[in-house]
């Protein structure tokens, strides 16, 4: 499935339509920054060795002249002449021959002439050239996740643009003639349309755009008109529903001839059957966009998305990181672990690195319960070969929030 979907095609998008996505070239500096030696604070440029001569018998410094005002943003640096200071905000560029800066508070804020309390010394309250920055270095690497302090850089460096991994789109389709929205009233038969909804949240948790068509029924007619319409606003498909071996479901039917989406058993609980493949494209494939088909039980579901599904969003996004954090914990009890099947059951994880792990199911592990999930910080995964946990037997556990 990774292999498949691969990482969406580099952008170069402004700073703003940036944030969030993922870089796929290297920010590298082209110039020092500072370029020029700058002022750190308000105050008064001096040639130290000068505020060292102007002492008087006492010990105090004797005032100095004031030749010149110096703003941020100045071109051309002064020349400083010995035995006199110039005035300078912070950030201007500082004057030849000067090598510090006076803090203004450490002044009596003197226009013509100025005196200070104390000698400078080399070096005080000046931002050298390419302190903060050196030509060539790397200060953003490809495959960072844009933030806030990373387009401070980019913008320090005047890089209007950047090139980007842009956020995936996924189109979100619950399937069955069964389901109705949350908020409207029951009818016999029917069931609250859960899957959208919390799909939605967590296809936007990844960092992608999560587009939710709704529900579309079961008629073969009107799912592949559905399906085929929202192939244009995806980079990837999730469906939801349709696919147990009744007639009256017909996933499989509709989309057999729409692309290469295969379905199969896994040997996992919940969630065994699946459906991956491609729909759409030409002859050659170009264009074609990665489809999920996963089971209509909401806890079925869950699980599959982050075992299949939440990987290869983040791959596509260009994540270096593409699963979940794992631990290994203690199990505080025994359940028992159908044969064959990699079983993964909500649980809780408690415990910090230095002190160990302990993991405990929520509720009972044969029953696969919303509830339960909805408890859970982690899945605890038994391996196929398992038929049972034992009490203090260590457990993998796949952790879903902090």
Not at 158 to 175: A, D, E, K, Q, Y
Request: proline share 7%; charged share 20%; aromatic share 4%.
């Amino acid at each position: 499935m990774l292999a498949a979907v691969g990482p969406v095609a580099p952008l170069d998008v402004v700073l703003a339509d940036a944030v969030g996505c993922i870089l796929a070239a290297d920010v590298v500096a082209s110039v020092d920054v500072p370029a020029l030696r700058l002022a750190e604070r308000d105050g008064y440029a001096v040639a130290a060795q000068d505020t060292v001569l102007a002492l008087d018998a006492g010990g105090a410094v004797q005032s100095m002249p004031v030749a010149h005002d110096v703003l941020a943003g100045a071109t051309a640096p002064l020349r400083l002449a010995p035995g006199q200071a110039v005035r300078v905000a912070s950030g201007a560029p500082l004057p030849t021959g000067a090598d510090a800066v006076v803090p203004v508070e450490e002044t009596d804020h003197g226009t013509a002439r100025v005196s200070f309390q104390r000698i400078a010394r080399s070096g005080q309250h000046i931002r050298e050239v390419g302190s903060d920055v050196r030509s060539g270095d790397v200060l953003i690497g490809a495959g960072t996740r844009l933030g806030a302090r990373q387009l401070a850089v980019a913008a320090a460096l005047g890089r209007g643009r950047l090139r980007v991994h842009p956020t995936p789109r996924v189109v979100l389709v619950s399937i069955g003639d069964e389901l109705v929205e949350p908020g409207s009233p029951p009818r016999d038969g029917s069931v609250y349309e859960a899957n959208g909804h919390w799909l939605e949240a967590a296809v936007r948790d990844t960092g992608a755009a999560a587009r939710r068509v709704g529900i579309i029924g079961d008629e073969r007619v009107a799912l592949r008109e559905a399906l085929e319409d929202q192939l244009v606003r995806a980079d990837l498909m999730v469906t939801t529903g349709g696919l147990s071996e009744y007639a009256r479901d017909t996933v499989k039917d509709v989309l057999a001839p729409l692309g290469t989406v295969r379905f199969d058993n896994v040997a996992m609980t919940p969630g065994h059957r699946h459906g991956f493949g491609t729909v759409g494209g030409g002859l050659g494939g170009d264009g074609a966009v990665p489809l999920f088909a996963l089971q209509g039980h909401p806890v079925a579901a869950q699980v599959s998305f982050e075992v299949f599904v939440r990987p290869a969003l983040r791959a596509m996004a260009g994540h270096p990181e593409l699963f979940r954090p794992s631990v290994t914990a203690t199990a505080t009890t025994g359940w028992t672990s159908p044969a064959g099947m990699r079983q993964f059951v909500p649980a809780v994880v408690v415990g910090s690195p230095d002190e160990g792990y302990q993991v405990s199911p929520v509720g009972d592990p044969s029953v696969v319960s919303v509830a339960a999930l909805a408890r859970a910080n982690a899945l605890a995964v038994v391996g196929e070969q398992d038929l049972a946990v034992r009490p203090g037997q260590r457990v993998h556990c796949l952790v879903l929030e902090g």
